[in-house]
């Protein structure tokens, strides 16, 4: 794959910068998606009168989704161009978001979530290989700040969200304004990523083909983080409005205070990783979200519960982003180690909620965050994967990368 070339001062050539920026935007905006569904999730559950199981139920099927999906994002990719794919699985899913809220009952919202789901993961996929190109080519550590814009977004929407809720405004109003907002911004982001497409020889992929070994090793460490982020995301504002009595406005702001955790910890990380390492970083990481875990399981106020769920998102914030690096290194075809990564991990953050739900249904929401806890206990346990996948900053070892690809 051709390397960018750099102005005589050494500074990285313009359109690289470009393709750098437009790439965080992507990012961002797919983030601000997540976000301001999470912050209405209690709105969508008492509009469609769904219990906790129920709600679990529906949320399954976005898991189903994006299963079913995302091992078709590279072949779309390999067809339309990557610039030209992440526009269209971008927008889909920034309309997407207004699906849930219009739905009137269950069978609706299984059908919403299962487009909602099947958009966020192809739209991930192509994203995270975008960026780790971007990376490559740049010859510096970027995926944890890319991640970090990602929570941003989050953090974004889910301000939005929380005045929403405050207010009391109808969510298929919020939402539907929202969507149409998202994918205008998304769509002028993607004009700046580098349009990568596949060289005259090179076969379009399979349509399901099973991820490699190494991914699927990677993917287990990313599972447990994403679990803890996914069941995060779409069950704080329950877990505070039922468990400790919080108002909607309060509710929704503890989905705001773990976003915003997890924005600054990713935003901060690529220089956390650089002195301290990934398997220290994720170990210490695995150390403070089971701490989290632990207040949130055991919360008698509404305080230590947003408490626990910030230190949740402190945690699990780098985790994904190294797991993408090291899926990149770890063998001869990144973008097919990277989409397995993602399907082993995205998939865990859509199959958490409906967990939780399950368990919440059958016993109480904080036995349910009792295998948050012991999910986030195993990124403690199990951070060494990352040193034998050779994750480490791309500053200190390149690797080679094989010219699969051209750019328009």
């Not at 129920?54 to 189903?64: E, H, I, K, P, S």
């Not at 390999?78 to 794919?85: E, L, P, S, V």
Request: with cysteine; glycine share 12%.
């Amino acid at each position: 794959m051709p390397t960018m070339p750099t102005t005589p001062t050494g500074k990285t050539e313009p359109r690289l910068r470009r393709a750098h920026l437009a790439v965080a935007a992507v990012f961002a905006v797919h983030g601000a998606v997540t976000g301001s569904f999470a912050t209405r999730v209690p709105w969508i559950q008492e509009h469609a009168g769904l219990s906790a199981g129920q709600l679990g139920f529906a949320l399954v099927f976005a898991a189903l989704g994006a299963s079913v999906a995302m091992p078709l994002a590279a072949r779309i990719a390999h067809h339309m161009g990557m610039r030209n794919a992440l526009r269209l699985l971008l927008g889909l899913w920034c309309a997407s978001l207004a699906l849930p809220a219009l739905a009137p009952g269950l069978g609706w919202l299984c059908g919403a979530m299962f487009v909602y789901g099947a958009s966020a993961g192809m739209a991930d996929v192509v994203m995270n290989a975008q960026g780790v190109e971007v990376e490559e080519r740049l010859g510096r550590s970027i995926m944890s700040g890319l991640h970090g814009m990602w929570s941003a977004g989050t953090l974004i929407g889910s301000l939005f969200g929380v005045l929403a809720a405050h207010a009391e405004l109808d969510a298929r109003l919020h939402l539907t304004a929202g969507a149409v907002l998202l994918v205008v911004l998304g769509l002028v982001a993607c004009g700046g990523v580098l349009d990568l497409r596949p060289s005259a020889s090179e076969e379009a992929p399979a349509r399901f083909a099973l991820p490699p070994r190494a991914a699927l090793v990677i993917g287990a460490i990313g599972f447990c983080a994403v679990f803890a982020e996914g069941a995060s995301m779409d069950w704080s504002a329950v877990y505070l409005r039922d468990v400790a009595g919080a108002s909607p406005g309060v509710a929704a702001a503890s989905y705001t205070a773990f976003a915003c955790t997890m924005a600054v910890s990713r935003l901060l990380g690529d220089l956390v990783v650089r002195r301290f390492g990934p398997v220290r970083t994720v170990r210490t990481g695995g150390l403070l979200a089971t701490v989290g875990g632990v207040l949130v399981a055991t919360a008698a106020n509404q305080i230590t519960a947003i408490a626990g769920f910030a230190l949740i998102g402190v945690g699990i914030a780098v985790v994904v982003p190294l797991c993408f690096a090291a899926a990149g290194r770890s063998g001869p075809n990144p973008s097919q180690a990277i989409a397995g990564v993602a399907t082993v991990t995205y998939t865990s953050g859509l199959v958490a909620p409906a967990a939780i739900g399950s368990i919440a249904q059958a016993s109480s929401l904080q036995i349910s965050f009792g295998l948050v806890t012991l999910l986030a206990a195993g990124l403690a346990v199990g951070a060494g994967v990352l040193r034998s996948a050779g994750t480490v900053s791309v500053e200190h070892d390149r690797k080679p990368v094989a010219a699969t690809t051209t750019q328009a």
